[in-house]
């Protein structure tokens, strides 16, 4: 059984900088495509990121060179850091896995397939 587990969540101010793991057990990560995914309060969840399993990864505009995710593949943990946070960054984050092969599959920046999710770890952006 898969299991996510979401950590480094917490309150910073504008322009500050986190940096989330979530840590998998039941499957190597580096045969699996892994995902960050954020949902604010009253908005539907948007992928954030996502990683490959050739280590190709992709961003969502609105955090492009801001964030950069990552993968250790000796722990079996993925890493979303974060700079340059924005009050809308404000969000539960959760870390994903699935996709197809290794691969992620998307269509209209969405993501299907992700079978595997965390709990999440909330981020909060003062302004």
């Known amino acids: 059984q898969v299991q996510l587990v979401e950590s480094g969540g917490g309150s910073v101010q504008a322009g500050g900088s986190l940096r989330l793991s979530c840590s998998v057990s039941?499957?190597?990560?580096?045969?699996?495509?892994m995902g960050w995914f954020r949902q604010a309060p009253g908005k539907e969840r948007e992928g954030v990121a996502s990683i490959t399993t050739d280590g190709s990864t992709n961003y969502a505009d609105s955090v492009k060179g801001r964030f950069t995710i990552s993968q250790d593949n000796a722990k079996n943990t993925l890493h979303l850091q974060m700079n340059s946070l924005k009050p809308e960054d404000t969000a539960m984050y959760y870390c994903?896995?699935?996709?197809?092969?290794?691969?992620?599959?998307?269509?209209?920046?969405?993501?299907?397939?992700?079978?595997?999710w965390g709990k999440g770890t909330l981020v909060t952006i003062s302004s």
């Open positions: 039941g499957y190597t990560i580096n045969r699996l495509c």
């Open positions: 994903a896995a699935g996709g197809a092969g290794g691969y992620c599959i998307t269509l209209r920046g969405r993501y299907y397939g992700m079978d595997y």
